[in-house]
């Protein structure tokens, strides 16, 4: 009966934090994080009127996030408080520790909840294209801070790219999304050339306009295209984003990238922080993992008859099988301290 007790706290904290995740959604999609991290603490009824709101339903906003330990409620002022140390998780965009474009993907990935469950019945997944667009919105924002804050400043030198990048060579970005990841590259090396390829057409027209707003269209083209049936033209450089584990047909796509490297050429690959073992990946992240495998990554890969390896699919060990199936012979874990990903380098 101990154990049981235990376990009904486990399973409430859990419900707890679901609650919060969607009541944090809706403070970051209304811009209450972002305005209290601008203009400082405020009653409710203050809080309603800088944002346009609803004093009511702000008020009972307020005592949800205080009681979770979001915020902090001054009784004789009336005032609530984001404290600062909370503002780089909830307001700050784009950075590395802000988590509103993980709650929007998280609770754009139940829009489709019913064609889940079916799924677990029929075994066909559900695709892209059944998930709503705030899924996509957040993955865009919640990779911003990669690359934003990781790209060039960590990933690139870890690598040694920066020397080719800034004399000039041909880059691609396979399932590239809405394209940060390159226009940040080409904002950063206006000598080399760069090709985004995604199979998703929305996210290619999202990427043409990014690249048309930073003023690099005329280095960065973005195609749509299942990459896994090749790419059509070879590269120095190609790089992956948490694409692999996705993917319908991995194997198809490592082959592609292979085939389109030039001879010296390099494949940067980016893929989940896990091991081939289960009870290695037991905790709170592997649990997030699994979750985001159900909700998205396995389940659209299983809609197209693909190999649904799923978020935890691509552990090392994996791609190193796969890769040198494919041909590549060179396979370098790249050094890195990073909870969520890891980096490999591969070369032919």
Not at 141 to 149: K, P, V
Not at 208 to 235: C, H, I, N
């Amino acid at each position: 009966m101990a154990t049981t007790e235990e376990f009904v706290g486990k399973v409430v904290g859990d419900t707890v934090g679901l609650t919060n995740t969607v009541l944090s959604w809706i403070g970051d999609e209304l811009g209450l994080w972002k305005e209290l991290a601008a203009r400082g603490p405020g009653t409710s009824a203050e809080l309603g009127t800088r944002t346009g709101l609803a004093e009511r339903p702000v008020r009972e906003w307020l005592h949800a996030m205080t009681a979770a330990g979001y915020l902090v409620h001054a009784p004789e002022a009336g005032t609530f408080q984001l404290p600062p140390e909370h503002e780089p998780v909830l307001a700050r965009e784009s950075g590395p520790m802000f988590f509103g474009g993980v709650h929007q993907e998280l609770l754009g990935m139940l829009g489709p909840i019913d064609r889940i469950v079916e799924s677990f019945r029929s075994g066909r997944g559900v695709p892209q294209s059944a998930y709503p667009e705030m899924t996509f919105d957040g993955m865009d924002r919640f990779t911003a801070g990669w690359f934003e804050n990781l790209l060039l400043p960590v990933w690139v030198p870890a690598v040694g790219l920066e020397q080719r990048l800034a004399e000039g060579i041909d880059v691609a970005d396979v399932g590239c999304g809405r394209g940060r990841a390159l226009v940040k590259l080409a904002t950063a090396f206006p000598r080399s050339r760069f090709t985004g390829y995604d199979v998703y057409g929305p996210n290619v027209a999202k990427a043409k306009q990014l690249a048309e707003a930073a003023g690099v269209a005329d280095r960065v083209q973005f195609v749509e295209l299942d990459a896994a049936q090749g790419l059509g033209s070879t590269f120095d450089l190609v790089t992956t984003f948490d694409v692999i584990h996705d993917a319908a047909d991995p194997r198809g796509l490592l082959r592609s990238i292979r085939q389109a490297l030039e001879p010296k050429g390099t494949y940067l690959c980016l893929d989940i922080n896990c091991s081939p073992r289960l009870d290695q990946n037991v905790g709170p992240l592997g649990s997030l993992f699994y979750g985001f495998s159900v909700l998205y990554c396995m389940t659209t890969s299983l809609s197209h008859g693909g190999a649904g390896l799923g978020t935890c699919g691509l552990h090392e060990p994996k791609l190193r099988e796969l890769g040198s199936e494919v041909g590549f012979t060179h396979v370098r874990k790249v050094p890195l301290e990073n909870p969520f990903n890891n980096l490999y380098e591969l070369q032919a």
